[in-house]
């Protein structure tokens, strides 16, 4: 046990730091237990409305917003910082320079930034001699960087579990993580320049004082020479995540980040022999082993058995490739799920995030009877005993790496197929669901359909088979040529042939640059096609002046798209009851 003294009142006390970073782990699972109760708020409002609106076709009470929540959501929950930009990237000239945090990340951000400052400062007795103050500051900026390297290796995880409980998504941990290193840095940088000020000034009682001092100082204590190495490596981390660098080199960030990462954690493994804050080194050590273990155990258990995962790869029109992937284990499917993929023969052991466009795995509480009429030939298999061999399909969209070299290698063989090893880690998402909302609107920017489409799926069945809120379904896709909608095509066919899909689905197909007007032609009142741009606004007043029961409106495509969308959502609240869900395709 760690013992707890109250923070300093004499010159020269010594002040147990720990306590402070006590107050840090209580205010942030403050936060994490009033985001869990929220979470489980919402949830039943949602599960209670979905159980309500099965029963009720009018579902005209749920339609109306709550003045109080819809002022919530629109000037907090999804209000990008300043105007209207959050996905889209801020440039300087061509150079992308990141995204700026919405209203309620900012100021839980803002709050986090302020309890760090006053925590550096409480309890230090600025009257004493400049010594005495700067060993404080020292010490205290030192246990609050390595505390909050706890909350800051949670939320680059992967199997955060945060994310399922707080319903808050990767992207959202991914952009805080990126902030809680900055304070991190902050922190380390104020660490060590009140050292290095410390060691010049008194000399460190063997040295007289002087930038010799901190030189020899260097040379003969392994404590401070380490805690420099851990400074410098820090600062390099911050300057190799710099955004630009980042989008455009992934894997080479990757690398090195996780590089640098190890080197600041062998080197305070040394600089914090002896000390309380040792513990906290261990913690985040260890949740990071936990963490890649939990990965290696999903790539085992999805790809070790009867042979190994294999993909199908096939070239699609329009720089795409469409992925089967046969599995050796079976698979819950759900909407929103998706996976990482690794091609040892592509990309060595790299893993690459790909949406989980559709699986020939009964998806869940879809019952047999609507999924006869689909023309999908595996669902046969009802005997339970032996394992359906489940497969699941990718549309992955040729970028510069590693999807470009996969592309280049179907391409090379006679009839644009191949088949490879592969492996599989997930799945990961497919917590949110889209059942308790009686209209749902569906947006989607070229590949990021691969999201929607399993949604659409999912809603049209639970509407045959009355087990969702779902009475209004529109599907917004905006593509470049009309070519694309190969990707989706045999898909498409089967969710528009699911009994009562003309009840409930719609599809509007915008072709942003269309060759010849020709191109365009709707085939049916229920899927129409539009050359250019769609007015994101006016498509969403429409829906939500037609709406019934609560509204959902998603977006999966460009961090333009998902701002357009933002806006128009905005805008409703307190019209109607519109809730706004968002998944960003990279980070
Ligand atoms: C949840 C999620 C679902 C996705 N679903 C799809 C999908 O269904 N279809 C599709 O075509 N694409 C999807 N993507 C995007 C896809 O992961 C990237 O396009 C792909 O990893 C790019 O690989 P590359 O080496 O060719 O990229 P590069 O051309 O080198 O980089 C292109 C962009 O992809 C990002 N990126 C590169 N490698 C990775 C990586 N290992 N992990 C995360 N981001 C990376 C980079 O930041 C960069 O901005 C999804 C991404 C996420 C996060
Ligand atoms: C600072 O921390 C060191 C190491 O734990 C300790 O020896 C020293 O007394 C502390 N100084 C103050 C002023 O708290």
Same mark, same amino acid.
């Given at each position: ?33 009033? *985001? ?16 309500? =609106? ?9 339609? *109306?917003? /709550? ?12 209000? #990008? ?8 990237? *801020? ?6 320079? @990141? ?20 925590? =550096? ?5 600025? /009257? ?38 707080? %319903? ?5 941990? /991914?952009? *805080? &993580? ?31 004082? @002087? ?9 003969? +204590? ?12 820090? =600062? ?10 980042? &989008?455009?080199?992934?894997? !080479? ?58 993909? %199908?790869?096939?070239?699609? $029109? ?11 284990? $079976? ?12 091609? #040892? ?6 893993? &690459? ?21 689909? $023309?999908? $030939?595996?669902?046969?298999?009802? %005997? ?27 391409? %090379? ?31 989607? @920017? ?57 009840? +409930? ?6 072709? !942003? ?21 769609? /007015? ?19 977006? =999966? ?31």
């Amino acid at each position: 046990m760690v013992e707890i003294a109250p923070p300093a009142v004499a010159a020269g006390t010594t002040v147990n730091d720990m306590l402070f970073s006590y107050y840090t782990l209580t205010v942030l699972g403050a936060i994490v237990i009033s *985001m869990i109760v929220y979470r489980i708020v919402i949830s039943s409002v949602r599960h209670i409305r979905a159980l309500t =609106c099965l029963s009720n076709d009018s579902q005209r009470y749920f339609k *109306m917003p /709550n003045r109080t929540f819809g002022w919530i959501k629109q000037h907090l929950l999804y209000a #990008p910082l300043l105007r209207s930009r959050h996905q889209e990237q *801020m440039r300087i000239g061509p150079m992308k320079t @990141g995204i700026l945090p919405t209203r309620f990340q900012s100021l839980l951000l803002a709050g986090i930034i302020t309890m760090n400052v006053v925590l =550096c400062a409480y309890g230090i007795e600025w /009257n004493g001699p400049i010594t005495t103050k700067l060993e404080h500051l020292r010490n205290r900026s030192g246990t609050l960087a390595v505390v909050d390297m706890i909350p800051l290796v949670i939320m680059a995880g992967r199997n955060n579990p945060l994310i399922g409980w707080l %319903d808050v998504s990767y992207d959202t941990f /991914n952009l *805080m &993580h990126r902030w809680f290193g900055r304070i991190v840095a902050s922190l380390a940088v104020s660490h060590g320049t009140v050292e290095i000020t410390l060691i010049v000034i008194t000399g460190r009682k063997t040295h007289t004082p @002087g930038w010799e001092s901190f030189s020899g100082t260097l040379k003969e +204590v392994r404590f401070i020479t380490f805690g420099l190495v851990a400074l410098v490596a820090v =600062c390099a981390i911050i300057l190799t995540s710099w955004t630009a660098f980042r &989008h455009a080199f992934y894997e !080479t960030f990757l690398h090195i980040h996780i590089a640098l990462v190890s080197l600041v954690m062998a080197a305070l493994w040394i600089h914090l022999d002896g000390l309380q804050q040792m513990t906290y080194l261990k913690a985040v050590i260890s949740i990071w082993v936990i963490e890649r273990l939990i990965r290696l155990a999903s790539l085992i258990y999805r790809n070790v058995a009867r042979g190994g995962a294999n993909a %199908d790869v096939e070239i699609l $029109p329009g720089d795409a490739m469409l992925v089967t992937l046969r599995l050796v284990r $079976p698979w819950t499917f759900k909407p929103g799920q998706h996976i990482f993929l690794t091609m #040892p023969s592509i990309g060595l052991w790299t893993s &690459h995030p790909f949406a989980i466009a559709w699986s020939d795995a009964p998806a869940q509480q879809l019952r047999p009877r609507d999924l006869e009429k689909g $023309p999908q $030939p595996s669902i046969q298999t009802t %005997d339970t005993l032996a394992l359906p061999q489940t497969s699941i399909s990718l549309i992955i969209r040729r970028r510069a790496g590693f999807t470009q070299h996969l592309h280049r290698k179907a391409l %090379d063989t006679i009839d644009h197929r191949i088949s490879l090893p592969a492996f599989v880690e997930g799945p990961y998402g497919g917590t949110q669901t889209l059942r308790s909302y009686g209209t749902v609107m569906l947006f989607a @920017g070229g590949v990021g359909i691969t999201h929607s489409v399993p949604f659409v799926r999912d809603l049209v069945a639970g509407y045959a088979s009355g087990t969702v809120a779902a009475q209004r379904v529109l599907l917004v896709w905006i593509i470049r040529a009309p070519e694309h909608l190969e990707w989706i095509r045999p898909w498409m066919s089967t969710i528009l042939s699911m009994p009562g899909r003309r009840d +409930v689905l719609r599809i509007q197909l915008f072709i !942003t640059r269309p060759r010849s007007t020709k191109e365009i032609h709707s085939p049916s009142s229920t899927v129409q096609m539009f050359p250019g741009k769609p /007015n994101v606004d006016a498509l969403v007043a429409m829906e939500s002046r037609e709406q019934v029961g609560a509204m959902a409106v998603s977006v =999966c495509g460009p961090g333009g798209l998902a701002d357009d969308v933002r806006s128009a959502v905005r805008r409703r609240q307190g019209v109607r009851n519109v809730d706004f869900l968002e998944q960003g395709f990279g980070w």
